[in-house]
């Protein structure tokens, strides 16, 4: 699915929420306290990298300190556009450039993250917490001025995100500190915890109580505990987060969707109605995870309820959720008004629809069907789109249509398009021709050079050749004798000398010695010495193994 609101909760709560924060943790995990680093307890490694991601930055270690400034501040720059658009994949990356960066040893590069990290905190308020998570990792006295100054950020999630990376910082003022000594909490810590496992499936409401008050400990000790709570105590979580905070309902929505609870799909669904981008994601976030019957009629009943960005993610989310049974939703919001739910909806059905569905798809958006017409035997796709051409009534539909057998390339499709290159309309006969144009198989190269020989109409033969040379190209893989007679035939009937040039381009990767003396005999022709000194070369260096006299030779004639 695109990258939509959808993503911005998972993001936050993925990289911000690893260490001690006001409100923000991954619930799956035990609380972490940043202030106590000094604890074993409390020690907060670097965020774990998922594999086989490269960092941003690549050194060889003879890097001068402006080199390596420059080289980090080059590498984040180059993340930002895909910080702001929720890309998963850049968000990754920075965090391995982070990790990378923050390893023993290397504090020259630690400090040349940072200060590139700093120098980029201008950016959109989501990149921002994005960057401010990642000196909560690395940041020491380089990154104190900034994060103080962002405590006073128009934007609370940035303000919220600034405060928890200055306590995790070792060079953090004393007055700026908003967490209590280290041996305090952690005494009331343990004793919180106690309390709450005791109470079992009754600690719903002192959970709510300590979520929805100041007690920074109360509340971290509460959002790790959810996971410990049994159906009935999930329930009453559920019953008393109407009151929480945003950021905190969002942790509670998304930690109960982990557990797959779907007593969550009440706060779920009415999340999608708030005006708080988190909490819009996290019910987002929470319908797209949850693997039961009720939550894909929750989806179904959110979309239809929903308008404009996030109706398009909640398709999105039907789309990923995979079920067939909103294929009927989706096609009943195809005629909305808005363009942008229209396209989401098609999107959506591409990937959902099977074979039943296409007679309906075919009639009325056949290049939707492209992907459910490549899940069954070709013949049988091409006799639903042959029915469907026969119920077309208007020629741009037929033309629409003839363009689905591409999707169905077997013997019935290529004879229907055979068929309708005789069509009395030209643009049935158009459509035909392109489509043959497009064709994966070479079986169409005789009837393509048919066509470019005889055109109806000058498009007709440039598209025709653009088949027949990407037809040839594909061959190069497999260089045979026989392909070498197919170029020979394509430069004598060439119409003009820019076809030539065309085919040209083509031989010169075929690695065959016979294409080579093919190559250096329209060397000749003065018009085309440029392209066949090209087409020489490069044949030359796929064959001078195999044919080094040969090649030698070759190349001998270009001087």
């Keep these: 699915m695109t990258k939509t609101v959808l993503n911005i909760a998972a993001i936050r709560i993925c990289f911000g929420f690893r260490i001690l924060c006001f409100g923000f943790v991954l619930l799956a995990a035990t609380p972490l306290f940043a202030a106590a680093k000094q604890s074993p307890y409390f020690a907060v490694p670097l965020p774990p990298v998922p594999d086989k991601v490269t960092p941003a930055v690549q050194l060889t270690g003879k890097e001068t300190p402006g080199q390596l400034v420059a080289a980090y501040v080059n590498a984040i720059k180059s993340l930002l556009p895909g910080l702001a658009s929720a890309?998963?994949?850049?968000?990754?990356?920075?965090?391995?450039?982070?990790?990378?960066?923050?390893?023993?040893?290397?504090?020259?590069?630690?400090?040349?993250?940072?200060?590139?990290?700093?120098?980029?905190?201008?950016a959109p308020s989501r990149v921002k917490s994005h960057l401010l998570h990642q000196l909560q990792v690395i940041g020491k006295a380089e990154s104190v001025p900034a994060l103080i100054k962002l405590l006073n950020d128009p934007d609370p999630h940035v303000a919220s995100d600034a405060r928890i990376a200055l306590d995790a910082n070792p060079a953090c003022p004393e007055q700026y500190r908003s967490i209590a000594k280290l041996d305090v909490p952690v005494r009331r810590d343990v004793a919180l915890r106690a309390k709450l496992l005791a109470a079992g499936d009754n600690a719903g409401p002192e959970m709510i109580r300590w979520l929805t008050g100041d007690d920074a400990v109360g509340r971290m000790v509460a959002l790790g505990m959810i996971k410990e709570l049994g159906p009935a105590g999930r329930k009453q979580l559920v019953a008393g987060a109407g009151n929480l905070p945003p950021a905190t309902k969002a942790i509670v929505i998304e930690s109960l969707a982990n557990l797959d609870d779907k007593s969550v799909l009440p706060l779920a669904r009415a999340s999608l109605k708030s005006p708080d981008p988190l909490l819009q994601s996290a019910g987002l976030t929470a319908l797209a995870r949850l693997d039961d019957p009720e939550a894909d009629d929750a989806v179904i009943a959110a979309m239809n309820d929903a308008t404009g960005e996030v109706k398009c993610s909640l398709i999105g989310v039907m789309a990923q959720r995979g079920k067939h049974s909103a294929v009927p939703a989706l096609l009943a919001v195809t005629g909305n008004p808005d363009a942008n739910v229209v396209k989401a909806a098609c999107r959506a059905l591409g990937e959902l629809a099977d074979a039943g569905d296409l007679p309906v798809l075919l009639d009325q958006f056949p290049?939707?069907?492209?992907?459910a017409l490549g899940k069954i035997a070709p013949d049988t796709g091409a006799e639903l789109v042959q029915a469907a051409l026969s119920r077309a009534k208007d020629k741009a539909a037929r033309a629409a249509l003839l363009k689905m057998f591409r999707y169905c390339t077997g013997p019935k499709a290529l004879a229907a398009l055979q068929a309708a290159l005789q069509d009395k309309d030209v643009s049935i006969r158009e459509a035909a021709v392109r489509t043959l144009a497009d064709w994966p198989d070479p079986v169409v190269l005789d009837t393509l050079a048919a066509i470019y020989q005889k055109p109806e109409k000058p498009a007709f033969s440039i598209v025709a050749l653009r088949g027949i040379v990407r037809l040839a190209s594909s061959a190069n893989k497999q260089p045979t004798p026989e392909l070498v007679a197919r170029y020979r035939q394509l430069l004598a009937d060439a119409r003009s000398d820019d076809d030539r040039r065309r085919v040209l381009g083509a031989l010169g990767g075929c690695g065959h010695v016979a294409a080579l003396e093919l190559a250096v005999a329209q060397l000749a022709t003065p018009n085309l010495r440029a392209e066949a000194a090209a087409a020489v070369k490069n044949i030359a260096a796929l064959v001078k193994r195999q044919h080094p006299k040969e090649s030698k030779a070759a190349l001998q004639r270009l001087k």
């Design 87 to 122: 890309d998963e994949q850049a968000l990754f990356t920075l965090e391995a450039t982070v990790h990378h960066a923050g390893r023993p040893g290397a504090e020259a590069e630690r400090l040349a993250c940072c200060n590139a990290i700093i120098a980029a905190l201008n």
């Design 367 to 371: 290049e939707v069907a492209a992907k």
